[in-house]
């Protein structure tokens, strides 16, 4: 199919990013027309694009890529993340260096250009990311204001009192917008190169996810290790979700302030721990598992966000290399006894996973559904799926 040019053809600015402290920071418009408003963060990750734009966590914030050719590849309807492609949870913007290309790769099926107008993607290319991502570095996540304006009109001062004003993500609770509204079924199965995604039609286990922005590829992981799973909303009671009667219980990432959110989840966690049902939390869900059990989460200084984060599992005593996106993090010190810190990364020593002794209950703050070139996170789902089958009387899965 014939593929889009690039828009821009004058030097005329025809996008702003415009920072809370008054920074301009002038580039070429592309995406969708208008403004939005939201944190500034950097991410390392090499590939994914598609995925990290569509990633629900995201919502709230504006990608700056380090990487400096994003687009090369294009865009295809396989690599979304989000579970409802037409609620466009996600990033509200994105900063690229390069100028975006048309693409080369023969999963292409559009220009990222199109795409990122369809997706109401605000994104600006044409500037030094290495820059703006020193700078994310020396003062913290900046809150922002992105605009795209093809006749490079702006109200510089008025965008700077909206960035000015913006309250930020301490505070914000932003997985109840973007949840599923109701309860729904999944089986589709991981991605199979030339043949695309399978689906689990014998399932041997059944996985509640409560979503608070959940990623399709967990669900596809845990459909692939043989769970029919139900996804339900982020704010279910937990007598509906035993009601369910599932075999163990999945906690998903999500974006915003764990501290916000946990006011309406953290009691039915709680409620959940009571049972002795195997549980398993990722990203957002491993804040609110830390934060069910007393632990607390603290605002990061530039977050994580990435696809080459180093990990160390303590439990086996292995570095792995994994996939980040997150603003906030548990305290490590403000964990309490019974609770075991099982993952640290080694960037930062901050804390990247916890299990209850005694319990079958574990999370991460990483995405090990991500695989970003390896794949050495996987082993958690399956480990996973064994607590769930050693409950059922099942023999467990190699843990590769």
């Not at 979700?241 to 974006?255: H, Q, R, T």
């Not at 305290?331 to 309490?336: A, N, V």
Request: charged share 20%.
């Amino acid at each position: 199919m014939a593929m889009a040019t690039a828009p821009w053809t004058t030097e005329v600015p025809t996008a702003l990013l415009v920072l809370a402290d008054g920074t301009v920071i002038e580039g070429r418009g592309l995406g969708a027309t208008g403004s939005a408003v939201a944190e500034v963060c950097f991410n390392t990750a090499l590939t994914g694009y598609e995925e990290i734009l569509t990633d629900p966590s995201y919502a709230g914030q504006i990608v700056t890529f380090t990487f400096p050719h994003i687009g090369n590849v294009g865009t295809n309807d396989e690599d979304i993340e989000d579970l409802h492609p037409a609620a466009r949870a996600g990033a509200v913007g994105a900063v690229f260096k390069a100028d975006v290309t048309n693409p080369s790769n023969y999963r292409a099926a559009g220009h990222l250009d199109e795409w990122l107008k369809r997706r109401g993607i605000v994104a600006l290319a044409g500037i030094d990311t290495r820059a703006l991502t020193a700078l994310i570095r020396e003062k913290g996540l900046a809150n922002a204001v992105i605009a795209h304006a093809p006749d490079g009109r702006f109200d510089v001062e008025d965008l700077k009192r909206q960035a000015a004003a913006w309250s930020g993500l301490v505070g914000l609770d932003l997985a109840s917008e973007v949840t599923s509204g109701q309860s729904s079924v999944w089986a589709e199965t991981p991605w199979v190169w030339n043949e695309g995604y399978g689906e689990q039609d014998e399932p041997t286990m059944h996985i509640v996810a409560v979503d608070y922005g959940v990623k399709r590829n967990i669900l596809r992981l845990l459909a692939g290790l043989g769970a029919r799973i139900t996804v339900v909303p982020a704010t279910s009671k937990a007598q509906d979700i035993l009601a369910m009667k599932p075999d163990g219980i999945f906690l998903s990432n999500g974006p915003g302030d764990p501290a916000a959110t946990g006011e309406y989840a953290v009691p039915v966690i709680r409620d959940l721990l009571k049972t002795d049902l195997p549980l398993f939390g990722i990203c957002l869900g491993h804040q609110m598992l830390a934060l069910a059990v007393g632990g607390k989460t603290v605002k990061m200084h530039q977050g994580h966000h990435g696809a080459n984060h180093p990990v160390k599992d303590h439990t086996t005593g292995k570095v792995e290399i994994v996939s980040m996106n997150h603003g906030f993090a548990v305290d490590s010190k403000s964990l309490p006894e019974g609770v075991e810190e099982t993952h640290v990364s080694l960037f930062d020593g901050s804390n990247c996973g916890i299990t209850l002794a005694g319990k079958a209950v574990f999370s991460v703050q990483h995405h090990p559904e991500a695989s970003p070139g390896p794949q050495d996170s996987h082993y958690l789902f399956r480990r996973f799926a064994n607590l769930v089958r050693e409950r059922k009387g099942q023999p467990a899965l190699a843990e590769r």
